[in-house]
């Protein structure tokens, strides 16, 4: 169908259109932008509106901002921000309508100057002018021919409008409109960047970024105050970006006028030629238009998928950040919680508890300073000191203590800092698999490069932060339990302090000095003061830095995680990681082959070790025999080292000196270690009572706690009710004297001979158990001496029926009678008590120094200084700790884990007593090397006397066949030099060379 139309409706009508067109696109993307924006600000409002309520705590706006991520989380997920495409059907459709709709051919008068040219003609524009002239006539004439009173001027030029408007409309439309959907998708991704970084800066202002690098007062500026400030700054930013919008439309109105007027002048310049020479059908038909339309249409599309990907990857990252940002709120939170649970509980707990305990001790002084004066009673006296110690029992021990014990097990700080780590590891468990990560956030270019890259930021956390935050948090918590552990025994012996002096108080009152029983009394009620104070400032001590150390903790954590919301700084850290993980390999093989070569010559270097050891001990030995090592004058090293140990004992407090008396234990309250030992004397006494015939030794070196544990045993673990006690508190060769003294133990003074006891208890319905102490001195090395010993032997065997025996033996003197007699053959147990360990022995230690009520610091040497183990630790409180350990670890291997030897180094070891705390030395160092220059008569008397324990002078004259006098000079000069010391018994090796006496006569093969 052929219909006219000039070129002015035409034009207009297609301009009109197209206009028409561009303002709808951009009309409902900015709706689409506009809603999506005012969504986000709407979940934003109506949720904070909603949610925050008057005097809201701290930790209810930290529970409603994790709420409020999690709600804009949801909303991001479901939202759809797609901007509406140009090739979408809502556009796509009208304009294909439009054109549809136009006539399929328009014939149309030519133009008057078609064939004008402007300007000189070139000879070739002159022939091809010409020729289209006369091309033009031979139509013209032909078409009038044809068609009589045609006007071929007027109506013979045909266009196909639909072609022309594919070709001069739908395609620069197309083109306009996905230019403008860049610019609308620019607009868009300006504001979720711009949301994304509001977001930032509210958590960055919440978490007080700037502050990271001051962890001492980063955590003291957090309030509700603040956070509402930040939150209006937030909101209010929020609006600003309708500026984006506004901006673009401004713009977009700009390109539109410009695009119309050039459409305008395109189209009309066009539609007058079309369908000339100038324009031929050719250039502009359908197929060729739509080719050139749909040819467009796929290059828009790829570029649409670039940035369809990054505006995809654009909110997988904005949601990343949030998650970051949800883990970071959850640290300072936690933290903060942490914070503030730690001071109530300490508050709440422990506070009023420790009040009422100073309550206690000063109710305790004003009765003392009351009632005990010059002129009272002395049974008064004892009355008043007897019945404070059983108020401070029942009051402080039955009561306080245990509810000042439960307070400080209920700070619970280390499973609040396991609680923080559980609950993070939860979090990046929770983490997305995969997150999408931007290279470049570039909006301004439409030849836009969707750079953007994969990884899992769960792995990442899971490899980095998680390994480095379990091993800080292990570290604070051992610190802290260590701390709370060492108090809590600390506090546990509070009552003991005052209740041990005012028992040794009572014992000490006389007539003749009745104030110094007071004086004894008050002095354990201060000291008893002074240490409760000084646990209570331990405790807060201990949680207060236990406190900054979570702080600091969670403060590199919270750092740690903001650097990952900067793309180059998690990309570092994930090659980062690769490299370990290659260098962890590395090290693996390396490891293995290591291991292989161990596993092949280990006995190989062991030998090679131990034979080292020999070499270097033999030449040690060789150098001392031969005099080619220096041996200091025994007067200069331990003659004076023995004296000053005198000193420091006679100058001790009173209490600390009866606390430290080494002489077997009576009570329980000192008591500690042996629990193997324990079991086994309970195992023979169930054994005995089940029907069995049991006799059992215990045997061990003197001063390893044969007795105490005896006295502890048979008081608590096992009780008989005909128990008898034997103690052989000297030597005794003859039969007779044995006889005397088994008739006292059991109560049987007409018996006379040793078988008339055997038909005693043989024939008595009676059963027994008996207890002889101290077997190793019912004999002398004699060719005679023996008969004590044999008799009681023969006595055991005879009466097991009747009587569970139980015999204590010194180590040394049961060895030699193990070998001439083979007595262990004649007992059902032989217990030989072990040496103490390192941690028996400190807390033996330990025990009777926290009754005393003073402090404990350990000094440092100059050799300590240098030890770069030493200088690692950072804390007072953790060197004092190291510096413990070291000096025990010491203690046990010069004592060789004697209790009694022990006692005596500690006191030895006492540098002074200053401000309430003992100073001990941080090492003890003896030589003894100047024992191998002993004469033989010195080393056998030496042998005997560590054989038998005591020795008189009466008994070494006899052992060694010698006059009185000769003996006398022996022991003497022994005695001289400090070797030896003298007792009521007779002379006992020193305890401080107990030991390496023992080595020195093994080494010389007198002792077995």
């Not at 400080?408 to 700080?413: E, Y």
Request: with cysteine; net charge negative.
């Amino acid at each position: 169908m052929e219909k006219s139309m000039s070129a002015d409706s035409f034009v207009q009508s297609v301009l009109s259109f197209s206009k028409s067109v561009i303002n709808d696109f951009i009309k409902k993307n900015i709706h689409q932008i506009s809603g999506y924006l005012k969504d986000f600000k709407s979940e934003t409002t109506i949720f904070w509106d909603k949610k925050k309520t008057p005097d809201a705590s701290l930790t209810q706006y930290w529970n409603e901002l994790e709420n409020y991520y999690n709600v804009i989380t949801e909303w991001i997920e479901k939202s759809d921000s797609r901007i509406i495409l140009p090739q979408d059907e809502v556009f796509e459709q009208p304009v294909k309508t439009y054109i549809a709709g136009k006539e399929d051919v328009l014939n149309l008068p030519f133009p008057e100057n078609l064939f004008d040219v402007d300007g000189k003609k070139s000879l070739f524009t002159g022939l091809s002018l010409l020729l289209h002239k006369q091309r033009f006539k031979r139509k013209k004439r032909k078409a009038e021919k044809k068609n009589p009173g045609f006007d071929y001027l007027k109506s013979g030029r045909y266009i196909n409008s639909r072609a022309f408007l594919c070709r001069f409309l739908e395609y620069p439309l197309i083109e306009f409109l996905n230019k403008e959907y860049f610019h609308l998708s620019a607009c868009q991704a300006k504001i979720i960047f711009g949301i994304n970084r509001s977001m930032e800066k509210f958590k960055e202002s919440l978490l007080r970024k700037k502050y990271f690098n001051d962890s001492e007062n980063y955590w003291n500026y957090f309030s509700t105050e603040n956070f509402e400030s930040v939150l209006k700054i937030y909101v209010k930013d929020l609006s600003s970006f309708k500026n984006i919008i506004d901006n673009y439309e401004k713009e977009a109105g700009q390109r539109i006028d410009s695009f119309m007027e050039s459409l305008s002048i395109e189209i009309s310049k066009n539609f007058e030629i079309a369908g000339t020479y100038l324009l031929p059908e050719k250039e502009y038909n359908l197929s060729g238009a739509e080719k050139n339309v749909n040819e467009l249409k796929k290059n828009i599309a790829k570029d649409q998928a670039i940035w369809n990907t990054y505006m995809n990857a654009a909110k997988e990252e904005w949601l990343k950040d949030i998650e970051l940002s949800k883990m970071q709120f959850l640290s300072a939170w936690v933290c903060l919680d942490i914070t503030s649970i730690v001071h109530d509980r300490i508050q709440e707990k422990i506070e009023p508890v420790y009040q009422s305990i100073l309550g206690i001790l000063k109710d305790t002084k004003n009765t003392l300073d009351e009632n005990i004066t010059e002129d009272a009673e002395l049974e008064a006296i004892k009355q008043i000191l007897r019945e404070s110690n059983r108020n401070i029992i029942k009051n402080i021990r039955q009561q306080k203590l245990p509810e000042l014990m439960d307070g400080i097990s209920k700070l619970n700080i280390s499973q609040l800092h396991q609680g923080f780590y559980n609950r993070f590891c939860e979090r990046v468990e929770e983490l997305s698999d995969i997150h999408i990560l931007l290279i470049e956030k570039d909006t301004d270019h439409q030849a836009l490069k969707a750079d953007a890259v994969e990884l899992s930021l769960k792995e990442i956390l899971s490899e980095e932060m998680i390994p480095a935050l379990n091993d800080d948090i292990q570290k604070i918590n051992q610190q802290i339990n260590n701390e709370i552990t060492i108090i809590s025994q600390d506090i546990m012996a509070l009552d003991q302090i005052i209740g041990f002096s005012l028992e040794e108080a009572a014992g000490e009152v006389s007539d003749e000095d009745i104030l110094k029983s007071k004086e004894i009394a008050i002095d354990a009620v201060r000291r008893t003061h002074e240490r409760l104070e000084e646990f209570y400032t331990r405790v807060k001590a201990a949680a207060d830095h236990s406190t900054k150390e979570i702080q600091h903790i969670i403060l590199r954590l919270i750092a740690s995680l903001n650097a990952l919301e900067d793309s180059e700084e998690i990309l570092k850290l994930k090659l980062r990681l690769a490299r370990a993980k290659i260098k962890e390999q590395i090290r693996s093989t390396s490891r293995n082959a290591i291991l292989a070569v161990k596993k092949i010559l280990p006995s190989v270097l062991s030998q090679i070790y131990n034979l080292s050891l020999k070499i270097k001990d033999l030449f040690t030995k060789i150098r001392h025999i031969s005099g080619i090592a220096p041996v200091e004058d025994l007067s200069d090293q331990f003659i004076d080292y023995a004296l000053s140990l005198k000193q420091k004992y006679e100058a001790l407090p009173f209490i600390y000196g009866r606390l430290f008396r080494i002489e077997p234990l009576e009570s329980e309250q000192f008591f500690s270690g042996c629990v193997h030992a324990i079991a086994v004397m309970e195992n023979e006494y169930n054994l005995y009572k089940n029907g069995r015939t049991i006799a059992m030794a215990i045997v061990g070196e003197k001063g390893s706690g044969k007795t105490t544990l005896i006295n502890n045993v048979f008081r608590k673990n096992i009780v008989h009710p005909n128990y008898i006690m034997v103690n052989v508190d000297r030597n005794i060769d003859k039969e007779d004297e044995l006889c005397a003294l088994l008739t006292t133990a059991f109560n049987v003074p007409d018996i006379k001979t040793i078988e008339d006891m055997e038909n005693y208890i043989v024939s008595g319905s009676s059963q027994y158990l008996c207890v002889l102490e101290n077997m190793h001195r019912l004999f002398l090395r004699t060719i005679q001496g023996f008969a004590a010993l044999e008799r009681l032997l023969l006595l055991i065997n005879v009466t097991r029926d009747k009587i569970m025996w139980i015999v204590t033996s010194g180590l040394y003197g049961w060895e030699y009678l193990d070998r001439v007699f083979n007595v262990s053959k004649m007992f059902h147990k032989v217990l030989l008590l072990d040496e103490m360990t390192v941690e028996e022995l400190e807390n033996v230690i330990i025990k009777r120094h926290q009754v005393s009520g003073f402090g404990l610091k350990f000094s440092v040497n100059d050799k300590i200084t240098k030890q770069k183990q030493y200088r690692n630790i950072s804390s007072d409180e953790e060197r004092q700790l190291y510096l413990r350990k070291r000096f025990f670890k010491n203690l046990n291997e010069i004592s060789s884990g004697n209790i009694s030897i022990s006692l005596l180094y500690w006191l030895g070891a006492i540098q002074e007593l200053k401000e309430g705390y003992m100073i001990i030395s941080p090492e003890i160092t003896m030589e003894y090397s100047f024992l191998r220059n002993l004469t033989y008569d010195d080393l056998f008397t030496l042998c005997a006397i560590i054989q038998h324990e005591f020795l008189s002078m009466e008994n070494h004259a006899e052992i060694f066949n010698n006059e009185p006098n000769e003996s006398k000079i022996i022991l003497n000069r022994l005695y001289q030099n400090g070797f030896i010391e003298l007792k009521r018994e007779g002379y006992f090796i020193h305890p401080l060379i107990y030991r390496a006496v023992a080595q020195i006569l093994k080494s010389r093969n007198l002792l077995y």
